[in-house]
């Protein structure tokens, strides 16, 4: 048993003095604390392409243009790592309402969808996903009652 509490003991010992024991010249550690200093964007960092149409109306990227072509230049920093976020629709000034009739339901194409709603279900399958959820709330509540009944 002593053998075991002096064997943890300078395990410890030792876990507790390595960092001390890695430490860089200079007074940093073997992990610092302060940014890496590979990731801030630098000149070197920053390129630019450009992206020009031809005749055909094909898009080319490259780091030179030809001559004689009007390009954009797109600015890219390998340093950075933002991705630019999609903008959401503006809202319609006043919510638009459709009127769906059961005469359009019953038929066989599909209608076209609302402005502003996707959908994805097909209206004219909505009559049968009804009748299916009602089947299994209804086996839903015959299984309970099976699990009541065992308790």
Do not use: C
């Not at 048993?1 to 003095?17: G, S, W």
């Not at 990227?61 to 999609?86: K, L, M, W």
């Not at 076209?112 to 994805?120: E, I, K, R, Y």
């Amino acid at each position: 048993m002593k053998r075991k509490i002096l064997f943890l003991a300078v395990f410890l010992l030792i876990i507790a003095t390595l960092p001390w024991l890695l430490m860089q010249r200079g007074g940093n550690g073997f992990l610092p604390l302060t940014p890496d200093r590979g990731t801030e964007s630098t000149a070197s960092t920053r390129q630019t392409f450009y992206k020009w149409q031809d005749a055909s109306g094909q898009w080319h990227f490259g780091e030179q243009v030809p001559e004689g072509v009007q390009a954009v230049a797109i600015n890219v920093d390998t340093a950075a790592n933002i991705i630019q976020s999609v903008k959401a629709p503006a809202p319609a000034a006043e919510p638009t309402t459709a009127v769906i009739s059961k005469e359009t339901l019953n038929d066989n194409a599909p209608p076209a969808p609302l402005p502003g709603v996707p959908f994805t279900v097909n209206p004219t399958e909505i009559p049968q996903l009804l009748e299916k959820t009602k089947q299994l709330q209804q086996q839903m509540g015959q299984r309970q009652q099976q699990i009541d009944a065992v308790r």
